[in-house]
């Protein structure tokens, strides 16, 4: 068997069939293109065939062989030796035949994949019988038919082959040329039907045919199944968006109708964070202590999430990779009137501090860093973060450490980075003298929800949403202080009134 020799890229269709495959139709078109030589122009015919889904259409060999009965031996051998009896009288081409699934027909792409499927169908058919035994924590007769239950994804497809032979005599002998020029295959379970190539109304397929002479050969594939009537479909789109509906109905009284809105100038950020894993540290048995530092006007309604610490764990032999694999999350409230009294707003910040305990009970810090809330913007981010340590000048301080251990051998662990008693342009900032050791690294992300009434109605406005968030809530604020102006003048007002009914 040869496949079509053409330069012309050919796609697979994939269409949805919500009705019977039974009323699936197609139709071949079959022209032979003239060749222009010195002598004559050969000539043309077209062929034209609608095809069923399943339907059995016998090639000129297969005639040959399923008339003789000594070649019949099963039931659907014998029954094609009927039909083909039964058929002997009608006129037909002879070139375009079919292969359906009950054939068991394979093109040479699909070998492949029939030899997976009938590993699968040996293995799943494997009789594996082990002494008994009172084995409670494994089951090897368990583990074993688990993992041959799904060595490949098991899809139950029915295949439909359309071939042509464009063969030629060898003085009283056909030899026979297939060529596949069709193939449908259709999934019961989804209703899927798929179709290579792709149907065709506006160019041809060309296929040449090499021997002793070329022969160029040019077909149609289209899709001839019957419409179904508008007021069939109709009725079908009302009867699905009925079943829509009930289906939401039913589901209603499950939820809760109210949604919590955060109150008019509060900015809420849900912060979804997770440790991801830890490197290079000097001792292998390590746990990490975070804690959330929140400046003026930041706050949370779960202060105990504030902090917080992972489990132990031991780093690997080879690599020094320690995973933690630790999640959390938390709600922070932003105060937006505090836009007025300070000229940008101070992120909320998250200290971590890598810990070391040995079979000595004895605790070492392995690292400290930080990193500053990004709440600009919602998101997921990542961040590798390099970890330091304090240490003295002398060797004292690495004594100490190695024989009793050195936790905590500051006062504040935002030493490392800003503190919040800090003010910006008061006094600066000095740090001047400070010993410290580079360490490891720390893996983490979070994942920023933001939540605020002043997204109401924007999301179908996409410049507005590319706007700084402080900004839009900054906006909010300006608006509620020319509500309270409002509010003072018409109190000022009432009470001017009634002062000169008193006179």
């Known amino acids: 068997m040869e496949y079509i020799k053409d330069n012309l890229v050919k796609s697979n269709g994939i269409y949805i069939c919500p009705d019977n495959i039974k009323n699936f139709k197609i139709r071949l078109r079959i022209k032979k293109e003239s060749i222009q030589s010195n002598k004559k122009t050969q000539p043309q015919y077209f062929i034209e065939k609608e095809l069923y889904w399943q339907e059995k259409v016998f090639s000129r060999n297969q005639k040959e062989y399923y008339s003789d009965e000594r070649n019949c031996f099963t039931d659907k051998e ?48 494997l009789n594996i019988t082990l002494p008994s035994s009172n084995l409670k924590e494994y089951d090897l007769v368990t583990s074993i038919r688990n993992s041959i239950q799904y060595p490949v994804i098991k899809e139950h497809w029915e295949f439909m082959y359309v071939m042509g032979d464009f063969g030629y005599y060898f003085e009283d002998t056909w030899v026979k040329k297939e060529i596949l020029l069709c193939t449908i295959k259709y999934n019961q379970a989804n209703k899927t039907l798929q179709i290579f190539p792709d149907f065709t109304n506006s160019a041809p397929y ?53 949604f919590e809105l955060p109150p008019k100038n509060k900015f809420y950020i849900f912060v979804f964070m997770e440790i991801c894993s830890g490197r290079r540290f000097e ?26 610490r992972t489990n132990f764990c031991r780093a690997n032999h080879d690599n020094g990779l320690v995973h933690f694999g630790h999640c959390m999350e938390i709600s922070l409230e932003y105060n937006v009137m505090d836009l007025e009294r300070t000229e ?57 450490r190695f024989f009793i251990g050195d936790c905590r051998n500051y006062t504040n662990v935002d030493c490392i980075g800003i503190p919040n008693s800090h003010q910006v342009g008061h006094n600066s900032l000095n740090k001047f003298g400070t010993h410290t050791v580079n360490t490891g690294k720390l893996a983490v992300k979070f994942h920023l929800l933001h939540q605020s009434q002043e997204f109401v109605g924007v999301a179908k406005e996409v410049a507005q949403m590319r706007k700084n968030i402080f900004d839009k809530l900054g906006s909010s604020t300006l608006v509620k202080s020319v509500e309270e102006v409002i509010l003072e003048f018409k109190k000022a007002r009432k009470e001017m009134l009634e002062a000169r009914k008193n006179v």
């Open 78 to 125: 014998r029954e094609y030796n009927r039909i083909i009896w039964e058929e002997s009288g009608a006129d037909d081409n002879n070139l375009l035949s079919t292969y359906c699934d009950d054939d068991k027909f394979c093109p040479e792409n699909q070998l492949i994949q029939n030899n997976i499927n009938y590993l699968e169908r040996t293995l799943h058919n």
């Open 206 to 258: 060309v296929l040449k045919i090499q021997g002793d002479r070329e022969r160029v050969f040019s077909y149609f594939i289209e899709n001839c199944s019957n419409i179904i009537p508008e007021s069939i479909e109709a009725n079908e789109k009302t009867l699905i968006k009925k079943i829509h509906n009930l289906r939401a109905h039913t589901k209603a009284p499950n939820l809760d109708s109210t």
């Open 283 to 308: 001792y292998p048995d390590v746990y990490v202590e975070y804690s959330f530092h929140l400046p003026e006007g930041w706050s949370t309604s779960t202060e105990e999430r504030l902090k917080g």
């Open 344 to 400: 940008y707003t101070k992120s909320a910040s998250i200290y971590f501090e890598v810990i070391s305990k040995d079979s000595w009970d004895r605790y070492r810090t392995e690292g400290l860093c930080y990193v500053n809330l990004p709440i600009s913007q919602s998101g997921t981010f990542k961040y590798n973060l390099r970890c330091l340590r304090f240490t003295g000048a002398g060797p004292v301080n690495e004594m100490m």
